[in-house]
Protein backbone atom coordinates (compact mmCIF):
# COMPACT_ATOMS: atom_id res chain seq x y z
CA UNK A 1 0.00 0.00 0.00
CA UNK A 2 1.26 3.78 -0.76
CA UNK A 3 2.09 6.06 1.41
CA UNK A 4 -0.22 9.02 1.37
CA UNK A 5 0.80 12.10 -0.47
CA UNK A 6 2.50 14.61 2.45
CA UNK A 7 1.53 17.65 0.73
CA UNK A 8 -2.29 16.57 0.97
CA UNK A 9 -4.00 17.81 4.05
CA UNK A 10 -5.25 15.59 6.94
CA UNK A 11 -8.34 16.02 6.24
CA UNK A 12 -8.78 15.40 2.99
CA UNK A 13 -6.31 11.98 3.03
CA UNK A 14 -8.51 10.59 5.68
CA UNK A 15 -12.39 10.98 5.60
CA UNK A 16 -13.03 8.48 8.84
CA UNK A 17 -10.68 11.07 11.30
CA UNK A 18 -13.96 11.89 13.06
CA UNK A 19 -14.66 15.29 12.73
CA UNK A 20 -15.41 17.58 9.55
CA UNK A 21 -12.73 19.60 7.94
CA UNK A 22 -11.98 22.64 9.90
CA UNK A 23 -12.34 24.62 6.50
CA UNK A 24 -15.39 23.70 5.70
CA UNK A 25 -16.76 24.49 9.48
CA UNK A 26 -14.97 27.74 8.56
CA UNK A 27 -16.87 28.38 5.58
CA UNK A 28 -20.29 27.39 7.24
CA UNK A 29 -20.26 29.18 10.15
CA UNK A 30 -18.39 32.45 8.00
CA UNK A 31 -21.10 32.25 5.53
CA UNK A 32 -23.90 32.18 7.89
CA UNK A 33 -22.68 35.12 10.04
CA UNK A 34 -22.36 37.25 6.75
CA UNK A 35 -18.33 37.47 7.62
CA UNK A 36 -15.52 37.74 4.80
CA UNK A 37 -12.70 36.14 5.13
CA UNK A 38 -11.10 39.54 5.77
CA UNK A 39 -12.97 39.99 8.69
CA UNK A 40 -12.31 36.80 10.10
CA UNK A 41 -8.62 36.77 9.97
CA UNK A 42 -8.72 40.60 11.47
CA UNK A 43 -10.69 39.05 14.41
CA UNK A 44 -8.33 35.61 14.67
CA UNK A 45 -4.68 36.66 13.77
CA UNK A 46 -4.37 34.91 10.81
CA UNK A 47 -3.84 35.92 7.17
CA UNK A 48 -6.86 36.10 4.43
CA UNK A 49 -4.21 33.74 2.48
CA UNK A 50 -4.19 30.58 5.03
CA UNK A 51 -8.30 31.24 5.75
CA UNK A 52 -8.54 30.69 2.31
CA UNK A 53 -6.00 27.72 2.17
CA UNK A 54 -7.71 26.41 4.55
CA UNK A 55 -11.37 26.77 3.39
CA UNK A 56 -10.37 25.17 0.25
CA UNK A 57 -9.02 22.03 2.19
CA UNK A 58 -5.38 22.95 1.00
CA UNK A 59 -3.67 23.11 3.86
CA UNK A 60 -4.54 21.94 8.07
CA UNK A 61 -4.69 24.14 11.32
CA UNK A 62 -2.42 23.89 14.47
CA UNK A 63 -4.41 23.37 17.28
CA UNK A 64 -3.31 26.96 18.81
CA UNK A 65 -4.77 28.36 15.49
CA UNK A 66 -7.56 26.40 15.44
CA UNK A 67 -8.48 27.94 19.19
CA UNK A 68 -8.38 31.34 18.52
CA UNK A 69 -10.10 30.96 14.92
CA UNK A 70 -13.10 28.94 17.21
CA UNK A 71 -13.20 32.22 19.72
CA UNK A 72 -13.89 34.31 16.70
CA UNK A 73 -17.38 32.15 16.34
CA UNK A 74 -17.92 31.79 20.17
CA UNK A 75 -16.63 28.37 20.38
CA UNK A 76 -13.89 26.62 22.02
CA UNK A 77 -12.45 23.55 19.64
CA UNK A 78 -14.37 21.10 20.80
CA UNK A 79 -17.96 22.78 19.60
CA UNK A 80 -15.88 24.15 16.78
CA UNK A 81 -15.65 20.95 15.50
CA UNK A 82 -18.53 19.35 16.30
CA UNK A 83 -17.87 17.48 19.43
CA UNK A 84 -20.27 19.26 21.85
CA UNK A 85 -23.89 20.96 20.30
CA UNK A 86 -23.09 24.29 22.29
CA UNK A 87 -20.93 27.24 22.00
CA UNK A 88 -18.30 27.25 24.62
CA UNK A 89 -19.83 30.18 26.15
CA UNK A 90 -23.54 30.81 26.60
CA UNK A 91 -26.24 32.36 23.82
CA UNK A 92 -28.50 34.70 25.26
CA UNK A 93 -31.74 35.31 23.15
CA UNK A 94 -33.18 38.55 25.39
CA UNK A 95 -37.04 38.58 24.64
CA UNK A 96 -36.84 41.92 22.85
CA UNK A 97 -34.61 40.32 19.99
CA UNK A 98 -36.86 36.95 19.61
CA UNK A 99 -38.95 37.80 16.66
CA UNK A 100 -42.87 37.94 17.60
CA UNK A 101 -45.76 36.93 15.31
CA UNK A 102 -49.11 37.83 15.76
CA UNK A 103 -50.97 33.95 15.22
CA UNK A 104 -54.42 35.40 14.85
CA UNK A 105 -56.17 37.13 17.24
CA UNK A 106 -55.32 36.73 20.38
CA UNK A 107 -52.48 34.51 20.04
CA UNK A 108 -48.60 36.01 19.97
CA UNK A 109 -45.52 33.97 18.95
CA UNK A 110 -42.19 34.44 19.79
CA UNK A 111 -39.82 32.75 18.15
CA UNK A 112 -36.21 31.88 18.83
CA UNK A 113 -33.70 30.52 16.23
CA UNK A 114 -30.80 28.33 17.15
CA UNK A 115 -29.41 28.07 13.65
CA UNK A 116 -26.55 25.84 14.26
CA UNK A 117 -28.55 23.77 16.76
CA UNK A 118 -31.10 22.81 14.24
CA UNK A 119 -34.17 23.71 15.58
CA UNK A 120 -36.47 26.71 17.08
CA UNK A 121 -38.01 27.21 20.26
CA UNK A 122 -41.56 28.87 19.96
CA UNK A 123 -43.49 30.93 22.87
CA UNK A 124 -46.86 31.01 22.36
CA UNK A 125 -49.36 32.80 24.53
CA UNK A 126 -53.16 32.71 23.36
CA UNK A 127 -55.52 34.37 25.80
CA UNK A 128 -58.87 33.08 26.75
CA UNK A 129 -61.69 32.09 24.10
CA UNK A 130 -58.97 32.54 21.31
CA UNK A 131 -56.93 30.04 18.70
CA UNK A 132 -55.01 29.02 15.73
CA UNK A 133 -57.79 30.07 12.71
CA UNK A 134 -55.66 27.15 10.39
CA UNK A 135 -54.32 23.88 10.71
CA UNK A 136 -50.43 24.05 10.84
CA UNK A 137 -48.72 21.18 8.87
CA UNK A 138 -44.91 20.80 8.39
CA UNK A 139 -41.82 18.90 8.05
CA UNK A 140 -40.09 17.61 11.26
CA UNK A 141 -41.38 16.99 15.19
CA UNK A 142 -42.96 19.32 17.31
CA UNK A 143 -42.44 19.12 20.92
CA UNK A 144 -44.97 20.76 22.66
CA UNK A 145 -45.69 21.80 27.11
CA UNK A 146 -48.16 23.59 28.31
CA UNK A 147 -46.63 26.22 30.91
CA UNK A 148 -49.98 28.25 32.01
CA UNK A 149 -53.50 27.33 31.80
CA UNK A 150 -55.25 24.99 29.58
CA UNK A 151 -54.73 24.41 26.39
CA UNK A 152 -57.03 21.95 23.61
CA UNK A 153 -53.94 20.58 21.04
CA UNK A 154 -56.01 19.33 17.96
CA UNK A 155 -53.95 16.66 16.07
CA UNK A 156 -55.21 14.74 12.87
CA UNK A 157 -58.62 15.54 13.52
CA UNK A 158 -58.46 14.43 17.40
CA UNK A 159 -58.73 17.11 20.74
CA UNK A 160 -56.10 16.92 23.69
CA UNK A 161 -56.87 18.43 26.36
CA UNK A 162 -53.73 19.91 27.77
CA UNK A 163 -52.89 21.27 31.44
CA UNK A 164 -50.02 22.88 32.49
CA UNK A 165 -47.27 20.62 33.00
CA UNK A 166 -48.34 18.27 29.93
CA UNK A 167 -46.28 17.59 27.24
CA UNK A 168 -47.41 16.32 23.87
CA UNK A 169 -45.00 15.14 20.82
CA UNK A 170 -46.01 14.31 17.33
CA UNK A 171 -45.12 14.19 13.79
CA UNK A 172 -45.65 17.98 12.35
CA UNK A 173 -46.82 16.03 8.70
CA UNK A 174 -50.35 15.90 10.27
CA UNK A 175 -52.67 19.10 10.54
CA UNK A 176 -52.17 20.16 14.09
CA UNK A 177 -53.64 23.44 15.78
CA UNK A 178 -54.30 24.98 19.20
CA UNK A 179 -57.00 26.72 21.38
CA UNK A 180 -57.66 27.91 24.65
CA UNK A 181 -61.32 27.09 25.44
CA UNK A 182 -60.91 28.20 29.07
CA UNK A 183 -60.75 31.71 30.58
CA UNK A 184 -57.92 32.44 31.97
CA UNK A 185 -54.76 33.23 29.61
CA UNK A 186 -52.60 29.74 28.54
CA UNK A 187 -49.10 29.34 27.23
CA UNK A 188 -47.50 26.55 25.25
CA UNK A 189 -43.84 26.26 24.63
CA UNK A 190 -42.82 24.50 21.74
CA UNK A 191 -39.84 22.74 20.29
CA UNK A 192 -39.72 22.85 16.88
CA UNK A 193 -37.18 20.45 15.29
CA UNK A 194 -37.29 21.89 11.68
CA UNK A 195 -37.00 25.72 10.52
CA UNK A 196 -40.82 27.00 10.14
CA UNK A 197 -40.29 30.25 11.23
Not at 168 to 175: E, T
Request: proline content about 8%.
Amino acid sequence: MAAPDPSTPPSARDPELGFPPPGAVLHRLRTQRGMSLRQVAAECGLSVSFLAALERGETDIALERLGRLAKVFDHDVGSFLGFSRGRATPSLFPREDQETLRRAPGVVYRVLRSPELGYQVVTGDFDPGCGLTEDLQHEGTDLVTVTRGTLVARYNGVDHRLRAGDCIQWSAGHPHTFRNDGEEPAQIVAVLFSSLY
